[in-house]
């Protein structure tokens, strides 16, 4: 029997479709109450192992549970779970009252039932005026959440998001994250989200599964994920745009002190850091601080400091509106790129300058050169 402290769990699943193995022995387990969010590219598996949950998807091996009952074998239909896809698959000849009220009416709840429930989850997700509506006369985000209302209708026992945001525009879409989130906390609905969306899993989770052909690559909380990830897929699939690849000078109990190019050794913070001497140093372009080479002053050389200054030239330089992109080649052939508020200091930076790159080493992991998930 699996744990009563979980909702859901995926124990060992692996998927084939003939010689393509889909998932590879994935094992996750989902707390009452809590929203995991599975997040990965295209094509890692992530959409069918949610829909092994459904029981759309039948796995090959392994077992999966819902509220403590074995359920790989369970008809889709009794498995009392909501699914909400990315097109709504709302029913256009219905109002909204009606597209809310037909899980109801298959689950043969008497009216007066159905009625209350529905002018409840309508007034949740603050459509109770355009009950009268059909999906032709709603916006694309009133659409969602009349998806979203009929599945909370039928108070399932999980909550199934396969990519709900992906049909609507960015401003919209930041704000039914925060409303979908806010209203799956006040619920408490235990909720498996999928998105291959980095900002909309971190924005959205009380944790993350990163996944990669198959596999599982990484599990935590969305803090852990972004500021320690333990793969270059990870970090890659993060936003940690800079992987250079270094070598361990020495390792202390809590620090390693690394090599990376002209300049002193950078000291950086041992977070579950890989063995070996030679590493890949990764660090987000904000981390990144650039100036001209002669408002400059770094530390001597030969001395191991927490902060890496080293000489560079500007290649690339890009506007983004409040922000600013660059990047600068070092003298070793290695390019970083960076990230900084636009202001008069940065616009005045040209092509071709010679800059200093500086970087703290707080702000760096350190990475397997290569492996699983290079």
Same mark, same amino acid.
């Given at each position: 029997?699996?744990?009563?402290?979980?909702?859901?769990?995926?124990?060992?699943?692996?998927?084939?479709?003939?010689?393509?193995?889909?998932?590879?022995?994935?094992?996750?387990?989902?707390?009452?109450?809590?929203?995991?969010?599975?997040?990965?590219?295209?094509?890692?598996?992530?959409?069918?192992?949610?829909?092994?949950?459904?029981?759309?998807?039948?796995?090959?091996?392994?077992?999966?549970?819902?509220?403590?009952?074995?359920?790989?074998?369970?008809?889709?239909?009794?498995?009392?779970?909501?699914?909400?896809?990315?097109?709504?698959?709302?029913?256009?000849?219905?109002?909204?009252?009606?597209?809310?009220?037909?899980? #109801?009416?298959?689950?043969?709840?008497?009216?007066?039932?159905?009625?209350?429930?529905?002018?409840?989850?309508?007034?949740?997700?603050?459509?109770?005026?355009?009950?009268?509506?059909?999906?032709?006369?709603?916006?694309?985000?009133?659409?969602?959440?009349?998806?979203?209302?009929?599945?909370?209708?039928?108070?399932?026992?999980?909550?199934?998001?396969?990519?709900?945001?992906?049909?609507?525009?960015?401003?919209?879409?930041?704000?039914?994250?925060?409303?979908?989130?806010?209203?799956?906390?006040?619920?408490?609905?235990?909720?498996?989200?999928?998105?291959?969306?980095?900002?909309?899993?971190?924005?959205?989770?009380?944790?993350?599964?990163?996944?990669?052909?198959?596999?599982?690559?990484?599990?935590?909380?969305?803090?852990?994920?972004?500021?320690?990830?333990?793969?270059?897929?990870?970090?890659?699939?993060?936003?940690?745009?800079?992987?250079?690849?270094?070598?361990?000078?020495?390792?202390?109990?809590?620090?390693?002190?690394?090599?990376?190019?002209?300049?002193?050794?950078?000291?950086?913070?041992?977070?579950?850091?890989?063995?070996?001497?030679?590493?890949?140093?990764?660090?987000?372009?904000?981390?990144?601080? #650039?100036?001209?080479?002669?408002?400059?002053?770094?530390? +001597?050389?030969?001395?191991?400091?927490?902060?890496?200054?080293?000489?560079?030239?500007?290649?690339?330089?890009?506007?983004?509106?409040?922000?600013?992109?660059?990047?600068?080649?070092?003298?070793?052939?290695?390019?970083?790129?960076?990230?900084?508020?636009?202001?008069?200091?940065?616009?005045?930076?040209?092509?071709?300058?010679?800059?200093?790159?500086?970087?703290?080493?707080?702000?760096?992991?350190?990475?397997? +050169?290569?492996?699983?998930?290079?």
């Amino acid at each position: 029997m699996p744990d009563r402290g979980f909702d859901v769990e995926f124990k060992c699943i692996r998927k084939r479709y003939g010689s393509i193995e889909a998932l590879r022995g994935v094992s996750i387990s989902i707390r009452r109450g809590e929203l995991l969010t599975l997040l990965g590219p295209s094509g890692c598996g992530k959409t069918t192992l949610l829909r092994t949950l459904a029981g759309f998807v039948r796995p090959t091996e392994g077992e999966v549970w819902l509220a403590g009952e074995r359920v790989d074998e369970v008809p889709p239909a009794r498995r009392n779970v909501g699914l909400v896809f990315q097109n709504y698959s709302l029913f256009p000849h219905m109002t909204v009252f009606d597209n809310c009220a037909f899980g #109801l009416q298959m689950r043969h709840l008497d009216r007066s039932t159905i009625q209350k429930r529905v002018e409840e989850v309508l007034n949740l997700v603050h459509l109770a005026e355009f009950s009268g509506a059909y999906p032709s006369q709603l916006s694309g985000g009133m659409q969602q959440r009349v998806a979203l209302a009929r599945v909370i209708a039928i108070q399932p026992r999980a909550l199934l998001l396969d990519e709900p945001f992906g049909a609507i525009d960015r401003r919209l879409r930041d704000e039914m994250q925060v409303e979908v989130r806010k209203l799956q906390q006040k619920l408490g609905i235990t909720t498996l989200f999928v998105t291959h969306d980095q900002q909309e899993a971190l924005i959205m989770s009380d944790r993350i599964v990163v996944m990669n052909e198959g596999r599982v690559e990484q599990e935590g909380t969305p803090l852990d994920i972004y500021d320690s990830p333990r793969s270059r897929f990870v970090a890659g699939f993060l936003g940690m745009e800079n992987l250079l690849p270094v070598t361990v000078v020495r390792r202390t109990a809590d620090q390693a002190i690394v090599h990376v190019t002209e300049g002193p050794d950078l000291v950086v913070p041992l977070r579950a850091a890989p063995q070996g001497d030679h590493v890949t140093l990764a660090f987000r372009a904000e981390s990144v601080s #650039l100036v001209r080479r002669e408002e400059s002053a770094g530390a +001597e050389a030969g001395e191991a400091s927490n902060v890496l200054s080293v000489p560079g030239t500007l290649e690339f330089l890009m506007n983004l509106g409040a922000r600013v992109v660059y990047e600068v080649r070092l003298p070793d052939g290695k390019l970083v790129r960076g990230e900084a508020q636009r202001t008069d200091r940065t616009r005045a930076f040209g092509v071709g300058e010679p800059m200093t790159v500086t970087l703290k080493g707080d702000y760096c992991v350190l990475l397997p +050169e290569s492996g699983a998930g290079t």
